[in-house]
C-alpha cells in the first residue's frame, strides 16, 4: 500500500480520482451502509487496540520489585522480569540452565529442520528426530561427558511442555500408523478391534486417560509402565494416536484403488505395498490435517499440570503464586498465551503454506 | 485345517481374540489381587453409602448425608449444564463470526479473522485460567460494576436479574418450555409422507414452538409472588448483593472460556460452510428479487448449516469433553465430582469405569442426535453440490 502515501487527493470527487482512490473506495466504501460498517469496524479495532496498548505498554511497569507495581494502572510485566527463569526451566538447578535452554532450541531446531520438504523421507525423518532425542536426553539427564546428573522429577517448565510434546509424537505416530492399519484389516475381528479401541478413546476426555494412567494406575498396580512423566506420555501417545489414525485412514481411503491394485499386480507384498506405495501418498494427502493436529496436541500438552506435572502452564502458576507476585496472575497468564499464540500460530501458518503448494501441483 | 486362506484367517483370528480374553482376565486378577492384599472392597455396594463431603454447586438439592450415586447425578446434571450452556453460547459466537469472516468488507473480516486466530491458538486451559483470574479480580460487591442496568460485576460472581416466584413454579414452567420445545423437536423431524403432512407437520411445530414461550411465559406470570417485582435486579445488602441469580466466578470463567473458545472453532466451521454454498444457489436468490437479509436467512445460513453438520457434530463431542476443565478452577462437573469420590471412598476402579461410561454415553447420545437431525434436514438431491 506504498502508493497510499504522497500527496495523492483522497478527497478527489469520484470519476476523476486515481485508480488508487477508486479501488479503495470500491474495497472500503462500496455502499454507504458498508462503509457504515467499515467506520465502526475501525473505529472498535481501534479502542481495543489503544487500551490494549495502554495496558500493555504505555501504563506497565518492566522491571522493579511488587511494589512498582502495585501503584501503576496497566500490566505488571516486573512478575515476568522477576520469574521468568522458573516459567522457563522450572526446577531445573540453577547453575545448569543453560542445559535446559540449549535441549529446548534443539528440540526446536529440529521441528524447524523437519518443516522442510527436502527432509520428506521416513528414513532421513528417523535419523534427525531420533538424533534429536538422544541429544536432548544427553543434554537434560547429564551423568556423562562431565555433564553432572539431573534427575527426571526436576524437568520443568517450557522445556518440559515441548519434551512432552515431542515424546508424545515420536511414540504416537508409528502408533497412529499401526491403529490406521489394523483398522483396515482384512481380517474382521482385528478391524473390529482396533475401532473400538479408536472410538473409545476419542468420545472420552484426554483428562480422564491423563488421569487413569497417572493418578489411578499406581494405585491398581504399582510400579507399573515407569515414572509418572512416562505414564503421562503414554496416556498422551494413546489420544494422539487414536485421531491421528483417522486422519491417516482418510488419507489412505482417498487414494485411488489402482494405485494399491497396481502395486499388487507388480507382486509387492503387503509390507512393501504400504510401505512403497500406500503409506507415503496417503502421508502426503494428509498432510493438512496432521498439522492442525499437531498444533492441537500441542495445546493439549498444557493439560497435564492437572495430573501434576510441573510444565509451562504450571510453572506460570508457580511464578505469581507465591506471595509477592499473588496480584499479577493474569500478566503471567498473558505472557504464556503469548508463547503458546507465537508457537501454534507459526504452526497453523505453516499448514495454510504447505494446503497452497499441494494446490498447486492440482 | 490351514489350507486356504478363509481357514487361516479363522484360526489367526480365534488365538488372537482367546489371547485377548486371556489377558483381560489375568489383569483383572492381578488387579482383584492388589486390591485385597490392601483390604479394598470391590463393587457398587457404595454407591448407597453417604459421602459426607459437601459439593459447591448443584442443580438439585445435596447434603454431605445423601449417597453417592446422588452426587455422581449432581456431577453429570452439572456437566450436561455446563455443556448446554457452552455449546449454545459458542453456537451463537461460531456463526456470528463465520459471517464476520464472510464478509466483502476487508475491515469487518479482518475483526473475524483476528477473534478466530488469538482465541484458537491458546489452549483452553490457559483461557479457562486467565478468565478465572479476570473474574475473581473484579471490583468487591460495594463497588460492582453496573451493566445494561441489571448485570452485576463482583468478585464473588455475576449477578444476573432474576424472577421472584412462588417455590416449584420455577421448574415447572422449565419442565413446559423443554417439554413442548422436544415435541417440536420431534415433530419437525417426523418423516413427511403426504402432501397434507407437509402443510400440517411444520404448522404443528410452530405451534409448538409458540406453546413453549407462552405456556412457561403464563406460568411464571401466574406464579409470581404477590405485592413484590416480578423481575428482581440483585441488590447490595451488608457486603455482598441479594436476589436475583448468581454465576460462581468458577462457573462463568468456564463458560465464557468455553464459549469464546468453542465460537472460534465454530466460527471456521460456518465460515467453510458458507464459501461451500454455491455462487448460483445465491444469485438465483437475488434474481428472485430477495434482499440481502432473506438471502442470508432463507437460503446462505440453513445450506450452509446442512453441509457442516457432520463436522458440527464433532466439534461438539469435542466441547462437550471439554467441559471436564473444570477441576481447574474447581466447578463440581462428572470429573470433579469422580475424582474427589475416588480420594474419600477408595472405590478405584468402579468410579473409573462409571466416568468412562458416562463419557461414552454422553458423547454418543450428543453424536447420535445429531446425526438424526443430519438425516433429516439432508436435501435430497444435489441442490447442496457446486
Known amino acids: 500500500m506504498s502508493e497510499v502515501s504522497g500527496d495523492l487527493p483522497l478527497d478527489a470527487p469520484a470519476g476523476r480520482g486515481s485508480a488508487v482512490y477508486d479501488d479503495l473506495k470500491s474495497r472500503f466504501f462500496p455502499t454507504p451502509l458498508s462503509g457504515l460498517a467499515t467506520l465502526a469496524g475501525l473505529a472498535l479495532a481501534g479502542w481495543i487496540l489503544w487500551h490494549a496498548l495502554q495496558w500493555a505498554l504505555f501504563d506497565a511497569v518492566f522491571t522493579g520489585p511488587p511494589e512498582a507495581c502495585r501503584e501503576a494502572a496497566g500490566a505488571c510485566w516486573a512478575v515476568i522480569h522477576a520469574r521468568w527463569r522458573l516459567m522457563f526451566f522450572g526446577l531445573y538447578p540453577h547453575e545448569e540452565h543453560w542445559r535446559s535452554a540449549l535441549a529446548c532450541l534443539l528440540f526446536l531446531g529440529v521441528i524447524g529442520a523437519s518443516c522442510m520438504p527436502r527432509l520428506w523421507q521416513a528414513g532421513r525423518l528417523a535419523v534427525l528426530w531420533i538424533a534429536g532425542f538422544a541429544g536432548f536426553l544427553l543434554l537434560m539427564r547429564g551423568g556423562v561427558l562431565g555433564l553432572s546428573y539431573v534427575p527426571q522429577e526436576k524437568w520443568g517448565g517450557l522445556t518440559l511442555s515441548i519434551f512432552i510434546f515431542v515424546a508424545t509424537v515420536l511414540i504416537g505416530m508409528p502408533l497412529a500408523v499401526a491403529l490406521a492399519l489394523l483398522r483396515r484389516a482384512s481380517l474382521p475381528l482385528v478391524a473390529r478391534l482396533a475401532g473400538l479401541l479408536i472410538d473409545g478413546i476419542r468420545s472420552l476426555p484426554l483428562i480422564t486417560i491423563l488421569f487413569a494412567l497417572a493418578v489411578v494406575l499406581p494405585i491398581l498396580a504399582p510400579g507399573a509402565l515407569g515414572s509418572k512423566l512416562t505414564r503421562v506420555i503414554l496416556g498422551m501417545a494413546l489420544f494422539f494416536a487414536a485421531y491421528q489414525a483417522e486422519i491417516i485412514r482418510s488419507g489412505i481411503q482417498s487414494l485411488p484403488a489402482g494405485q494399491e491394485e497396481a502395486a499388487k499386480a507388480l507382486g509387492l507384498h503387503y509390507w512393501r505395498r504400504m510401505a512403497k506405495v500406500i503409506l507415503p501418498q496417503a502421508f502426503r494427502r494428509a498432510l493438512p490435517p496432521t498439522i492442525s493436529q499437531l498444533a492441537i496436541i500441542f495445546m493439549e500438552v498444557a493439560m497435564v499440570m492437572i495430573v501434576g506435572i510441573f510444565d509451562f502452564l504450571a510453572s506460570g502458576n508457580a511464578a505469581y503464586g507465591s506471595g509477592e507476585w499473588n496480584f499479577a496472575n493474569v500478566e503471567v497468564y498473558v505472557f504464556i498465551a503469548l508463547v503458546y499464540f507465537v508457537f501454534v500460530f507459526s504452526l497453523s501458518r505453516y499448514g495454510a503454506y504447505l494446503e497452497r503448494r499441494m494446490r498447486v501441483g492440482k | ?386
Open chain 2, 1 to 386: 485345517m490351514f489350507q486356504t486362506r478363509h481357514q487361516r484367517a479363522f484360526w489367526l483370528q480365534a488365538a488372537i481374540g482367546a489371547a485377548l480374553i486371556a489377558a483381560a482376565l489375568l489383569l483383572v486378577r492381578a488387579i482383584h489381587i492388589s486390591l485385597e492384599a490392601r483390604g479394598l472392597s470391590s463393587g457398587f455396594a457404595f454407591l448407597e453409602r453417604s459421602t459426607g463431603w459437601d459439593v459447591a454447586f448443584s442443580l438439585i438439592p445435596y447434603t454431605p448425608a445423601d449417597p453417592y450415586w446422588r452426587v455422581l447425578l449432581v456431577g453429570l446434571l452439572n456437566t450436561v449444564f455446563l455443556g448446554a450452556i457452552g455449546l449454545s453460547l459458542a453456537t451463537l459466537i461460531g456463526i456470528a463470526v463465520g459471517i464476520l469472516r464472510i464478509s466483502k468488507n476487508p475491515v469487518i473480516a479482518f475483526l473475524g479473522t483476528a477473534y478466530v486466530e488469538l482465541l484458537r491458538n491458546v489452549p483452553l486451559i490457559l483461557q479457562v485460567f486467565f478468565w478465572y483470574a479476570i473474574f475473581i479480580h473484579l471490583p468487591r460487591p460495594r463497588e460492582a460494576v453496573t451493566v445494561l442496568e441489571g448485570i452485576i460485576l463482583t468478585s464473588r460472581g455475576v449477578f444476573l436479574p432474576g424472577l421472584n416466584l412462588q417455590p416449584g413454579i420455577a421448574l415447572a414452567a422449565a419442565a413446559v418450555f423443554l417439554g413442548l420445545l422436544l415435541a417440536a423437536l420431534v415433530l419437525a423431524l417426523l418423516p413427511r409422507p403426504s402432501i397434507g403432512a407437509r402443510i400440517w407437520l411444520p404448522r404443528a411445530v410452530r405451534a409448538c414452538l409458540l406453546g413453549a414461550v407462552l405456556g412457561a411465559g403464563a406460568l411464571l406470570w401466574a406464579g409470581r409472588m404477590p405485592e413484590m417485582p416480578f423481575i428482581q435486579v440483585a441488590y447490595l445488602k451488608g457486603l455482598n448483593f441479594r436476589g436475583g441469580i448468581r454465576l460462581s466466578p468458577e462457573l462463568a470463567a468456564l463458560i465464557t472460556a468455553i464459549a469464546l473458545y468453542g465460537g472460534a472453532f465454530i466460527g471456521e466451521i460456518i465460515r467453510a460452510g458458507f464459501l461451500a454454498v454455491g455462487h448460483g444457489q445465491i444469485e438465483a436468490a437475488q434474481a428472485l428479487g430477495l434482499g440481502p437479509w432473506k438471502v442470508m436467512a432463507r437460503v446462505r445460513l440453513p445450506l450452509a448449516l446442512r453441509s457442516v453438520l457432520p463436522t458440527l457434530t464433532n466439534q461438539y463431542v469435542w466441547l462437550l469433553k471439554a467441559t471436564t476443565m473444570g477441576i481447574v478452577v474447581g466447578f463440581s462437573d462428572l470429573f470433579l465430582v469422580i475424582s474427589t469420590a475416588i480420594n474419600q471412598s477408595g472405590q478405584t476402579l468402579e468410579l473409573i469405569g462409571i466416568l468412562m461410561a458416562g463419557f461414552l454415553i454422553l458423547n454418543n447420545a450428543l453424536a447420535a442426535a445429531m446425526n438424526l437431525v443430519n438425516r433429516r434436514i439432508a436435501l435430497r438431491g444435489t441442490q447442496i453440490r457446486t
